[in-house]
């Protein structure tokens, strides 16, 4: 197993024991690919949820490039329920794992296809 192997292993974890989220390992793999060279990085590999700005960087660059979704409050609240979903005490939130929770809430998985 090389080390992208050992990391969506660890998402998959989180989806399962923080999120209480039976991943589908196609889709998340898909998710932690298409987050590319970031997944290695400790700053990039996790969002701070806590801060307005990473959260707008999520939503202008996952949400409306990458997903395609037409910017409105709805983006907003789907980023705070994946955030409530993740917990909210949780300090690492793994960029992948949000990013899969949104995928799967906005039935986006087609994106990956």
Do not use: W
């Amino acid at each position: 197993m090389g080390k992208r192997d050992d990391l969506i292993a660890k998402y998959a974890a989180d989806l399962k024991e923080k999120c209480g989220v039976e991943p589908d390992m196609d889709l998340l793999t898909k998710v932690t690919i298409g987050c590319g060279p970031a997944i290695y990085n400790a700053d990039a590999s996790t969002v701070a949820a806590s801060q307005p700005a990473e959260l707008e960087t999520v939503k202008a660059n996952f949400l409306v490039k990458k997903l395609g979704l037409a910017d409105g409050p709805e983006l907003d609240a789907a980023i705070a329920k994946a955030i409530e979903t993740y917990g909210k005490s949780e300090r690492q939130k793994y960029r992948v794992v949000l990013y899969y929770l949104l995928v799967t809430h906005f039935g986006k998985a087609g994106v990956y296809a």
